[in-house]
């Protein structure tokens, strides 16, 4: 995997779409999701089943927002929209118990070539979101000097959804002992949860903190100047019992794409389950359809 | 679709064999102390049968695998008398058997030979997942120095250890290991337990179609996982829970929950997961 993290690659000759997970702060690039990897792999549907799934890994220990937005502009242009032909195949020339396959078997390959996607979708939770909305922010802004040209880069073509973001900062509050009465299922999750406020790195990212408000300010003054640019504006799902960032939109996500979900904490708010498939169906449809 | 099953294997195994066994057999190779040896020896051991496991359901090809196995398994088998005499108890009973047939008999891997699965395919996306939550894990530094710290060391050291507030270098499974550090890495090994309690649940509430199948699967899964954090040890329990007070008053404390209700809640899981590889086939 270029840059850390890991992937899941459909076996689908027809494969068109790349989705790229960005999880939040104290965050595990794959167990952030629950078993949304696994259903999604399973989903015989059109639109999984033509899928790549990335989950970036990063360190977020010191919460550096723009060298995370960097990161993840990196990890983009890396697989979008040519991802390099080695995470695909590779020679069995090149490893010692291969070679006895040889010249039967020359190359591994996951699904046949070329290898490219046309569509790219951005997927964050917490403050994965905020990281996704400064790299859009980052990449778009070079061109702002000259309005009148369409922005030409790839990131236009993104889709972005964003499971309870931190775009409007981390705002901890409301913890109480009511919030461990759940079941054992939940109880690891709700004791990490608590165990995060004690960070002081969230500081950082309060609701009126510069990392968090520029965002904003660059994000829907971009949208005034290119409005039809889609990466813009968000799709937003935010659980019911949202405790640790601010929810709320921009001014550039639009009311009917913003979702809050019954009964859903800030970590369970991603995590689809058999009996919660809304991640799944958000992700591919966004809000309006869910 | 693309006919891909002889690919998909080699691939699948290329993965195994650079996400799993390449770090475990540097940790081996660079091992400087004889604990640090019989450490990565262990998750030599567990990397053996993952992929004997893998074999057993057909996530694996057999044939491909024994070539893999063939390159990579040298020093285990043939230094596997020495080291189960030493830490045979950590790991489950039918290891040290299973290793000495294939090699009495000469097979690069031995299968279990206790039970058959009627409909294995089900558990590949659980073998999947599982085997990818150990695979990370043990890229965990902190979380294995602590599993390590915790299995191998003397009470006396861990002691010692707890004792310091600032990077120490007195351990060989940590180039800096300390009190705060391994507290710290309480939460993460915390997650890992449950992550595996809650695959066990999830095999578990699908077990309608072949009871036995799930049964055995989860027992296997459970003989893997469970000799990194083998709370059968004295040593283990004992440290593993003052490790989590600690936990409780650094992160915890005054967040409404009291410490009496964290250690419950924290028991029901370790009993719930973190039950040895002895008791695997008798719970539940």
New interface residues.
């Given amino acids: 995997m270029p840059l850390g993290g890991?992937a899941r690659l459909s076996?689908?000759?027809g494969t068109d779409t790349a989705i790229v997970f960005v999880h939040g702060f104290k965050g595990?690039h794959?167990?952030t999701w629950g078993?949304l990897p696994?259903m999604a792999?399973?989903d015989e549907s059109q639109f999984w089943r033509k899928a790549d799934l990335y989950f970036l890994g990063y360190e977020v220990e010191r919460l550096h927002v723009d060298s995370s937005a960097h990161k993840l502009s990196e990890y983009v242009s890396s697989i979008f929209p040519e991802p390099p032909a080695s995470m695909f195949e590779?020679s069995?020339d090149q490893?010692?118990?291969?070679r006895?396959?040889l010249p039967r078997?020359s190359?591994?390959?996951?699904?046949?070539g070329p290898y490219s996607y046309s569509k790219l979708f951005l997927v964050g939770h917490s403050l994965g979101g905020l990281i996704i909305r400064r790299f859009i922010a980052d990449k778009l802004q070079l061109f702002a000097a000259n309005p009148q040209i369409d922005p030409d880069t790839p990131v236009r073509l993104a889709t972005i959804r964003l499971f309870a973001p931190a775009h409007l900062g981390f705002s901890p509050s409301g913890?109480?002992?009511?919030?461990?009465h759940v079941s054992?299922?939940l109880?690891?999750?709700r004791?990490?949860e608590?165990?995060m406020?004690?960070y002081r790195a969230y500081s950082h990212l309060r609701p009126n903190s510069h990392a968090v408000t520029e965002v904003r300010q660059i994000t829907e003054h971009l949208a005034s100047l290119y409005p039809s640019i889609g990466p813009l504006s968000a799709h937003l799902l935010w659980g019911d019992e949202e405790q640790v960032v601010e929810s709320g939109r921009y001014a550039c996500d639009l009311a009917t794409n913003e979702h809050y979900e019954p009964q859903k904490s800030h970590k369970d708010i991603c995590k689809p389950t058999s009996f919660y498939k809304l991640p799944l169906n958000f992700i591919e449809l966004g809000v309006p359809f869910v | 679709m693309f006919p891909l099953s002889e690919e998909t294997d080699v691939l699948k195994l290329l993965h195994f064999d650079e996400a799993y066994l390449t770090p475990v057999r540097q940790r081996f190779r660079k091992a400087r102390t004889n604990r640090a040896r019989a450490f990565a020896l262990g998750e030599l051991l567990e990397a053996y049968f993952w992929l004997a496991l893998g074999v057993e359901i057909g996530y694996y090809g057999e044939s491909s695998t024994k070539l893999l196995a063939a390159a990579r398994f040298v020093e285990l088998l043939s230094e596997s008398t020495e080291f189960f005499g030493t830490y045979g108890f950590l790991f489950a009973p039918d290891f040290e058997l299973r290793i000495q047939t294939a090699k009495n008999q000469k097979q690069v891997l031995q299968k279990a030979e206790d039970y058959t699965f009627v409909n294995p395919t089900r558990f590949h996306s659980w073998f999947q997942r599982a085997l990818g939550l150990e695979i990370e894990s043990l890229h965990d530094r902190p979380l294995t120095a602590l599993f390590a710290t915790l299995a191998f060391l003397a009470p006396t050291e861990i002691e010692a250890l707890l004792s310091v507030d600032r990077r120490t270098r007195h351990n060989e499974f940590s180039t800096y290991l300390s009190g705060p550090r391994l507290t710290n890495t309480f939460g993460i090994s915390m997650s890992h337990l449950e992550s595996f309690a809650v695959l066990d649940r999830d095999i578990s509430s699908h077990s309608d179609e072949n009871p036995e199948d799930s049964f055995f699967f989860r027992a296997r899964i459970r003989q893997l996982t469970r000799w990194r954090l083998n709370l059968r040890s004295q040593t283990v329990k004992h440290f593993y829970q003052i490790i989590g007070d600690r936990f409780f008053g650094s992160r915890i404390e005054g967040l409404g929950l009291s410490i009496d209700s964290f250690r419950d809640s924290l028991t029901n899981l370790l009993n719930e997961w973190g039950l040895t590889h002895e008791s695997s086939l008798a719970a539940r």
């Fill in positions: 890991s076996p689908d000759a595990h794959l167990k078993k696994e792999c399973a590779r069995l490893y010692d118990w291969t006895t396959l078997l190359v591994a390959r996951i699904r046949p913890w109480t002992g009511v919030a461990f054992q299922e109880w690891i999750g004791i990490l608590a165990a406020y004690r």
